[in-house]
């Protein structure tokens, strides 16, 4: 049983807004309609179907190219102020590339903004969220640094053909999944399973490509639009289960002024560290390095850090822990350079302040420990961070296993990211909770209302959160789970062939906050009728 959220009824702040969010791989359907090529998504799932825990696939998924009208009546129906959707690529520009758009694709996107903008819906559009053309993961993906121009090609055509009636964008949804899962291991397509290596490539690319995006819609199109746009990651809070893994984000900031790269060290004279023996030819032959190092640090930085320490800080780039670590266990290896690729210095500043807020999918918390039973893979990401996270038992689970129910973890970790990266805006673009299905979903409402409690107590702390959407307006294709893990807020019936949307006890829930913009944990809905108000 979850504990219900501590105070009774609290208030969500002016201008604060509400929405749902989805993907387009997980709701469309219509994998091959009207010239829609084929994205790394089909080309796993149509090679080998039964990848997907109960060989299913997106081919129809919720039909949503067909019933996005439907979907937008729900927006409705829960009162949503935005909904954050995502554009299919191979659907916009078949060949990949901008030389032969696909006027129905494009219109299908059209035809659901304007539907949305009927009712004051505003669209908030994830430019990329998983599905690449195959035809460019043949051509290596992101680890290819061209991807820069093509992912900015792309970019381009969505604001060129929907920026003067969107004014909410997000570049790419979680780089560490797509790079870490993708790459460097096998629970994303492409499943490279390249330890170590490809999801390095992967993140340097991203991100400078994410910054490519960024630019052309602050130079040519913010000006005549308007529009807001940035980048979400995906961030659990972790945990350290010692006191002395316990660092402050001030002793995180501190490492940076006191650590020096390695290539810094290998040339030597740089001002980042002290000199503590001088020979007597005046060189410094030791030196002294301040190194805040522990497991939980490491986690928070290999994780998110790595995509938040480019955009988000002062100095830009890689966390200096992950450069200095990585190039030294790359050396150790065997490698000639470090694993972990540099920016060039105009990349650096490409990137650096290259997101007008941070977009944060949150579910969850792990606990750090170091584990000496466990081995890793050498190399690999997990042995680059050389410790391991767990949950514990006792804590409360959902559908999905990965995801237990750990509000304070979204309370720190919303403070924490207040400290190091200056407070910036936050836009929650994903939160949400699991189940097998079912109408009578208390689960998801507790988590709901538990997770909403923990994000205000983060606002009281000064925390600049801007909006909140639910993860998902519906049940859709849960990746490799196919839909054995339910997310939505409507249940969808994968029998039925107009894939009835039915809302859950949760969906009335949600209705109810956004109406009252008031969190009150003794509402109880009526779940007999929903309406349209
Ligand atoms: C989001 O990712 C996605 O953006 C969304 O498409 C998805 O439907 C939603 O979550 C629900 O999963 O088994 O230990 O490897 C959330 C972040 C990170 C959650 C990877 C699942 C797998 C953990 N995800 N994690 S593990």
Redesign the pocket.
């Known amino acids: 049983i979850i504990k219900e959220a501590k105070q009774n009824v609290r208030q969500f702040p002016d201008g604060f807004i509400f929405g749902a969010a989805t993907?387009s791989y997980?709701i469309e359907g219509g994998w091959d309609a009207d010239g829609k090529t084929e994205n790394i998504w089909d080309h796993m799932t149509h090679k080998d179907p039964c990848l997907i825990v109960d060989c299913s696939n997106g081919d129809v998924a919720d039909d949503s190219y067909n019933l996005y009208k439907r979907d937008v009546e729900m927006m409705r129906e829960l009162g949503l102020q935005f909904y954050r959707f995502s554009l299919s690529w191979n659907r916009i520009l078949p060949t990949s590339f901008p030389d032969k758009p696909n006027a129905a694709g494009i219109q299908y996107y059209n035809n659901l903004i304007n539907e949305m903008l009927k009712y004051n819906i505003e669209p908030m559009i994830t430019l990329y969220?998983?599905d690449l053309p195959q035809r460019l993961q043949e051509l290596g993906g992101w680890t290819n640094p061209h991807i820069v121009d093509w992912f900015a090609d792309f970019a381009r055509v969505a604001f060129e053909n929907f920026g003067d009636r969107v004014k909410y964008w997000i570049t790419i949804?979680?780089p560490r999944?797509v790079c870490f899962?993708g790459y460097g291991d096998v629970?994303k397509a492409p499943r490279l399973n390249m330890k170590g290596i490809a999801e390095y490539m992967c993140a340097k690319n991203l991100l400078v490509a994410h910054a490519k995006a960024y630019h052309i819609y602050d130079k040519e199109f913010r000006g005549k639009w308007g529009g807001t746009i940035g980048i979400t990651l995906?961030m659990n809070w972790y945990e350290p289960e010692t006191e002395e893994d316990n660092v402050s984000a001030e002793e995180m900031r501190q490492f940076e002024v006191d650590v020096p790269f390695l290539k810094d060290f290998k040339r030597g004279g740089s001002a980042q560290f002290d000199c503590k023996f001088i020979d007597f030819f005046d060189n410094c032959v030791a030196i002294s390095i301040k190194l805040t190092d522990t497991p939980r640090l490491r986690h928070l930085n290999y994780s998110w850090g790595q995509y938040a320490h480019p955009i988000f800080t002062e100095s830009g780039d890689f966390p200096p822990i992950m450069k200095e670590k990585i190039a030294a266990k790359s050396e150790a290896q065997g490698f000639y350079r470090s694993r972990l690729p540099e920016f060039t210095s105009e990349e650096l500043e490409l990137v650096r302040g290259s997101s007008d807020f941070l977009g944060l999918?949150h579910?969850t918390t792990n606990m750090i420990k170091v584990d000496d039973s466990v081995t890793y893979d050498v190399p690999s990401y997990w042995d680059d961070i050389g410790a391991t996270r767990y949950q514990p038992e006792e804590w409360d689970g959902a559908a999905?296993?990965?995801l237990k129910v750990v509000p304070w973890g979204f309370h720190k970790l919303l403070n924490r990211l207040r400290e190091l990266y200056g407070n910036p805006p936050i836009m929650v673009t994903?939160n949400?909770f699991?189940s097998f299905g079912g109408l009578e979903d208390d689960d998801r409402v507790s988590y709901y209302r538990l997770y909403l409690d923990a994000m205000l107590d983060a606002m009281d702390d000064g925390c600049n959160v801007v909006g909140y959407a639910a993860?998902?307006l519906m049940d859709?294709f849960?990746?490799m789970r196919g839909y054995t893990e339910r997310?939505g807020l409507y249940e969808v019936d994968y029998t039925s062939p107009n894939r009835t949307r039915t809302p859950r006890k949760s969906a009335f829930v949600y209705k109810e906050i956004v109406r009252t913009r008031t969190l009150d944990t003794s509402y109880e809905p009526d779940t007999n009728l929903m309406t349209i108000d």
Request: avoid cysteine.
């Open positions: 993907a997980q969220h998983w949804n979680e999944e899962q629970t995906s999918n579910y999905s296993t990965w994903e949400g699991s993860w998902s859709n849960e990746w997310f």
